[in-house]
């Protein structure tokens, strides 16, 4: 079947006729199509049976072009293989922590999935104050197992080179180069180079004042290199809130189910970036709480939250790494003084990481609700203020950083836990 985009009229006659959807739901049945998708990039659906809803099967296309920004932003739909092939790495590492993948299709560049009807997306129960018990565990132990499994530690040389080759993502990659690290630091034309920044014009001299900030210019730089060069192993590339879902359980204390979704962005690239992009949002939502929380002693216990979610994500990360160290493919990796140096390295970068993802989404193209859903313009511009304050701190102190606690204590020099 050639290519074509799908749409309302034609998804159910897509699922209808494809083979393997009858291992999900009765083809045959009374079908109904919801478009789900609120993601920058593509089309999202769910299509289920009328009289039996929970049978289902959600199908993301890729597009021509950025759902966002729409034709004027053309983009190969070409990412849904990408998608495909990290789905199919994620699910064999790490499987129950993303969408069990379906089938892909090649020709209409579509992924069928798992539907998470019951879940939701992280980011805005957060701007509301919901605390997801097991978060900063599920997702440090993610990172982990995808990250260890496809990297020199768990892979013969050929066979990750192999795999990396077919992980040349270059057009996402070129949106991550501009868009968090090229972009929110220019302020004026540069040989042709597009720069689609926007801010709150509030906090217009923060932006321009940073804009001229050498010192940290030079360390974005060596960020964005090391993001182009360091291909240790298969990043999902934009571990946002958004890019989490959970489903909460009826006893207060239960474990939600926590799945990782999206991985479009999916390339061979430095390990500490997954970590910095999850960490650089409890951060975000700990900045927007400011605005958000009703009460200075809600903020607090919200900030106090987000910041063990942080620490827990680094140190189920570390457990399972140094776990799976124990079994690696090669004597070099064996040092113990090795392994503390590497993961150092990761925690590093991570910090860098975290810093460049906090001040993209206040001033470049893409924001994030958390900041972008405060009405008032002022209070707004009081948490991106204190948001690239600490950004800026994460990146300036990144090369320096030692253990997981200091990256803490900078997030509580400027975003504290506490009720004044
Ligand atoms: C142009 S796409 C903007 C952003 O949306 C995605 O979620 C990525 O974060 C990307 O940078
Ligand atoms: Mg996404």
Redesign the pocket.
């Known amino acids: 079947m050639a290519y074509s985009t799908l749409n309302l009229e034609t998804i159910i006659a897509y699922v209808r006729n494809h083979e393997q959807s009858a291992q999900y739901l009765n083809p045959n049945s009374d079908l109904e199509v919801q478009e789900i998708g609120d ?3 593509n089309l999202v659906w769910r299509v289920f049976e009328r009289e039996n809803r929970s049978r289902s099967i959600l199908l993301k296309q890729g597009l021509p072009y ?1 759902r ?2 729409g034709e004027s ?1 053309p983009l190969s739909p070409d990412r849904a293989r990408f998608e495909a092939q990290a789905l199919e790495l994620q699910h064999r590492f790490a499987s129950g922590l993303i969408p069990k993948p379906y089938w892909f299709d090649a020709d209409m560049l579509v992924n069928a999935m798992e539907d998470l009807t019951e879940h939701q997306v992280l980011r805005r129960p957060m701007m509301a104050g919901h605390q997801f018990v097991g978060l900063g565990e599920t997702i440090g132990k993610f990172c982990a197992k995808v990250l260890f499994g496809t990297s020199d530690f768990a892979m013969r040389p050929d066979e990750k080179r192999d795999l990396q080759s077919q992980f040349r993502n270059s057009e996402l990659c070129k ?2 180069e501009d ?2 690290f090229t972009e929110p630091y220019m302020n004026q034309a540069w040989h042709g180079l597009e720069i689609r920044n926007r801010f709150n014009p509030i906090i217009e001299a923060d932006v321009t004042h940073m804009q001229h900030d050498s010192d940290l210019k030079a360390q974005v730089a060596a960020l964005k290199y090391r993001f182009m060069t360091h291909a240790e192993a298969l990043i999902h590339g ?1 571990l ?1 809130t ?2 989490i879902m959970a489903r909460v359980g009826t006893a207060p204390d239960e474990t939600p189910d926590i799945r990782v979704i999206d991985p479009e ?1 999916a390339f061979f690239g430095p390990i500490g970036f997954d970590l910095g992009a999850f960490i650089a949002n409890l951060f975000l939502s700990s900045a927007s709480h400011l605005a958000h929380s009703k009460t200075v002693e809600a903020r607090a216990a919200y900030r106090s939250y987000l910041y063990d979610q942080a620490r827990a994500c680094w140190q189920a990360f570390t457990t399972e790494f140094m776990t799976q160290f124990a079994a690696t493919n090669s004597p070099s990796w064996t040092s113990q003084d090795f392994q503390a140096m590497f993961l150092r390295d990761v925690l590093r970068d991570l910090t860098g990481f975290a810093g460049a993802k906090m001040i993209r989404r206040i001033v470049g ?2 924001h994030v609700a958390d900041l972008e859903g405060i009405a008032n313009l002022e209070h707004r511009a009081h948490c991106e203020a204190k948001a690239l304050e600490l950004g800026r701190k994460l990146i300036m102190h990144h090369s320096r950083i030692n253990q997981f606690e200091d990256v803490i204590d900078l997030a509580l020099e400027i975003l504290p836990v506490d009720t004044q």
């Open positions: 993601g920058n990039l950025l966002a920004a932003w949106i991550t868009l968090i934009d946002h958004g890019s962005f193209f893409a």
